[in-house]
């Protein structure tokens, strides 16, 4: 049986070149590697609240059919009640979502691989108020500017390094391996 698994996004233009070789590589490793994943681009999402807002209101009936849906909320504004709450909504229309908060930002997963690179140390990294803008976007422009044609921008390059070492990347960032191994535990693999 082939397993098909929306990706929801904040921002499908920017994060899914981050999140879509995330949740493959996350579904191969807890056991289902044909799965088929799709990235949330209609609506095109932009910011958390309009997310949830969808995830709530006009997903369910539009895309009910994905067996599981994954959404990786940034975590300066998704909190762990909330978006346990948004699970139970949902798990309450039948809807498999789980949600990935993501320290402190979606961008942190492509910077695992270059962490000795970052002006900052890998914990001031994960609790930056301005990681996008002052610590990733630094390292991804000087990416672009050497792969001119990188897919994402330079995301998709910098997730596929960090993917490339799969249990440093769950050290780094363990809110990755929860996500697999509650992944795991719905699919009810080891």
């Not at 539009?62 to 978006?83: C, I, M, Q, S």
Request: include cysteine; hydrophobic fraction near 40%; aromatic fraction near 8%.
């Amino acid at each position: 049986m082939s397993l098909n698994v929306l990706v929801i996004p904040e921002d499908p233009k920017l994060n899914g070149h981050i999140l879509k070789p995330l949740a493959e590589r996350l579904l191969e490793d807890a056991g289902k590697p044909n799965a088929r994943v799709k990235v949330l681009d209609n609506p095109r999402l932009r910011g958390y609240d309009q997310a949830v807002r969808a995830i709530r209101g006009q997903l369910p009936q539009r895309y009910e059919f994905f067996d599981l849906w994954l959404f990786f909320p940034d975590a300066d504004r998704a909190g762990t009640e909330a978006v346990n709450d948004l699970e139970a909504d949902l798990d309450a229309q039948g809807i498999t979502l789980l949600c990935c908060r993501a320290q402190p930002v979606v961008e942190i997963f492509a910077c695992a691989a270059f962490r000795g690179q970052l002006p900052v140390t890998w914990e001031d990294a994960r609790n930056h108020r301005r990681l996008k803008e002052e610590v990733f976007e630094p390292r991804r422009s000087m990416l672009q500017k050497l792969q001119r044609r990188v897919p994402g921008g330079g995301r998709r390059y910098m997730i596929e390094q960090s993917l490339r070492n799969l249990p440093l990347l769950y050290r780094l960032c363990p809110e990755v391996e929860r996500l697999r191994d509650r992944i795991a535990a719905w699919l009810g693999t080891p």
